[in-house]
């Protein structure tokens, strides 16, 4: 442990040279050399914003720094987040591929970087039919329906109320509870698979009480995964144990869904939570601005909530970048940093750029639909309009790689950085390209709602 502690002293030597103590402080206080791990450096951070920023702004010069002290020009660098610290995020990030993990208890492999509470949810109209019947899950012990399954845009609340019905059955039951993204479950199942452990595996699903699992259109396109899902599924249903699924979109809507997977999803209760309005987007803001420890006066608050109309998260975005921006730049906040930080994020019109507004654009150019958008087609006509959609996205709305892939139906990490790097390199070898993607970005700014 010393040996680290001494590599990471002298990496951030250096990078503290670079940067100068401000943003050094602002982006590397905290973090840690936890394990040199085969061709791997392991690297803990304070939250999900740091991460994200080191990956992208400091990766290469973390691995080629580390490397260069451990004689490693192979190294690769992954992140996590430290354990009991406050974050923009729910569940720990890693880049770590889970085949390479160790399969423990659902206790031990879902560890939180804040915890998630049922009385933290704010609860509006949007959400309140989501919020009520989540409570009936918990405080029946036979709740008049199952499964229960709730859908919705991203960043609105959904693995919120999921993680709030998890920690409040934990605290209150003696019961086998558990939560988990349903990538996880997926990886889980084939490491199973791999292993020759697939008894063990299906006692211990099996078993449950209570299963959550979240993000459940990640099994889109994955039929052997869908079978053993659907057997996990009837398995628990036949017993009365609870059950309860968070996607983004309605069962009907998942792409390629096994027919009776999705009647198995519909057999219950579905629930939508849908976009805050201005109202509920204003009491969120409140209550997170109370968790920092900067002030954000009311008339920031009423700013933010008015711009920033789309979901939770991307307000939730705003605070943490403002925050950040007057710690490095020793400013109070106030209207004018918001519109100098934030106004990047608008439009011509004063209007945020939304991620729909990006997507109708590249289907109306190029003639698709959302569901060839979405797809998992390889054929250039689809995959190329989707290559250019996820770099506009990410140079529009700075979401980060793992979101973008979310987005597009859980793919992986290094698919959308392959395809933002080859969008880029086009545009920087072909001017007709470049002038290209600048006319969308035009017509994307230009658009009315």
């Known amino acids: ?53 080191l990956q992208e702004n400091f990766s290469s010069v973390l691995r080629e720094g580390i490397g260069r002290l451990i004689n490693n020009k192979d190294l690769n660098i992954r992140f996590s987040i430290l354990k009991n610290t406050e974050g923009v995020n729910d569940v720990v990030v890693s880049d770590t591929p889970q085949s390479e993990k160790k399969i423990d208890d659902n206790k031990k492999h879902m560890q939180f970087n804040r915890v998630l509470k049922l009385e933290d949810f704010i609860v509006g109209p949007n959400n309140r039919l989501a919020y009520t019947a989540a ?32 920690n409040r059955v934990k605290e209150e039951n003696n019961i086998n509870a558990i939560y988990m993204p349903a990538e996880k479950w997926t990886n889980e199942f084939i490491y199973s698979l791999q292993k020759g452990r697939m008894e063990s595996f299906r006692q211990k699903y099996r078993n449950a009480d209570m299963f959550l699992i979240d993000d459940v259109h990640f099994l889109s396109n994955k039929q052997g995964v869908q079978e053993e899902f659907l057997h996990t599924f009837n398995a628990l249903y036949e017993l009365n144990k609870k059950i309860i699924f968070a996607s983004d979109a309605h069962p ?91 106004g990047e994020f608008f439009c011509n019109d004063g209007k945020t750029i939304r991620v729909d507004d990006i997507e109708e654009e590249i289907i109306a150019y190029f003639n698709l639909s959302h569901s060839e958008l979405h797809s998992n087609k390889k054929i250039k006509s689809i995959s190329f309009p989707r290559q250019v959609c996820m770099y506009l996205i990410k140079i529009l709305l700075n979401w980060s790689y793992q979101q973008i892939g979310n987005h597009f139906g859980s793919k992986k990490h290094s698919t959308v950085i392959f395809a933002i790097k080859k969008v880029k390199e086009q545009i920087d070898s072909d001017k007709q390209f470049k002038l290209f993607v600048e006319m969308l970005i035009e017509r994307i700014k230009k658009q009315k709602r």
């Open 1 to 53: 442990m010393e040996s680290y502690v001494k590599i990471w002293d002298d990496v951030l030597q250096d990078i503290r040279e670079r940067v100068g103590p401000l943003r050094f402080n602002l982006w590397f206080k905290n973090t840690r050399l936890e394990s040199l791990d085969g061709d791997y450096a392991n690297i803990s951070v304070p939250n999900v914003f740091t991460q994200v920023w």
């Open 135 to 166: 409570l009936e899950m918990v405080s029946n012990n036979f709740p008049t329906f199952n499964p229960l399954f709730i859908h919705g845009p991203v960043g609105v609340g959904k693995t919120h109320v999921l993680q709030g019905v998890w």
């Open 252 to 342: 009907k809507m998942i792409a390629q869904l096994k027919e009776n997977l999705a009647s198995r999803f519909m057999s219950g209760m579905i629930t939508k939570i849908e976009k805050p309005d201005y109202a509920m987007r204003l009491l969120i803001l409140r209550s997170k601005a109370a968790k920092f420890d900067i002030h954000f006066p009311e008339v920031v608050l009423e700013f933010v909530a008015e711009k920033f109309d789309d979901n939770v998260r991307e307000v939730e975005s705003a605070l943490t970048t403002l925050s950040a921006h007057a710690k490095f730049n020793e400013r109070k906040i106030d209207l004018q940093l918001a519109s100098e930080v934030l």
